[in-house]
């Protein structure tokens, strides 16, 4: 008798002390660096290649895209249209109607960082002329049961825009013949004074 209950409680114990183990593959809930390449170059190709049905494929419906950079693009440098720091692109309509009316830029994507569940951090350059444009991209993600496993939900970018609005022609510098900043006309400071005075 004795050793019978010897016998369960030790099975009882061992049970207890035996956790029931769930494998789980980590593509079940962490992004791969795949997929994280994936995202990077859906979103290049929004930008580079732009097209509809790649927005609808790999954006979410409610997408928003925050930019001061752009939004200074929009407004030429001036105060207005748009407001700086509200949302550029306020869903995936609107980036669409705004992306779908730019010339293709093209560009190459220089380091790429990501996170288990995003975002997917991204460093790019643009070889525009005569300045080239570097920026970064912050793209937070949605896990989908679709087509694409990662869909962008929200889009956080900066670059260069002074650059930009130079390559434009929108813009135009006023440097003297070594590259540096020149006084503008009398009793006005450049912009370089102005920012770092001495």
Known sequence: MRSSIIAAATFALGALATPVIQKRDCNDTCMTYEQATVVANNFKSLIANYSDALADQTLTVDFVDYSDSVT?????????????GEP??????????????????????????????????????????????????????????????????????????????VNLGVFVPNCTANGTSAVGPVGKRSLSQRLFPM
């Open 72 to 84: 200074e693009l929009i407004n030429s440098g001036c105060t207005g249209p748009q407001t700086l």
């Open 88 to 165: 550029t692109f306020n869903g995936r309509a609107a980036f669409e109607a705004g992306q779908g009316s730019q010339p293709p830029i093209p560009f190459e994507i220089l380091n790429l960082w990501y996170a288990c569940e995003g975002p997917v951090v991204m460093r790019w350059r643009s070889a525009q002329s005569p300045e080239i444009i570097t920026g970064n991209i912050v793209i937070e993600t949605t896990r989908s049961d679709g087509s694409e496993p990662w869909l962008m939900n929200t889009v956080y970018s900066e670059f260069n825009s002074g650059a930009w609005l």
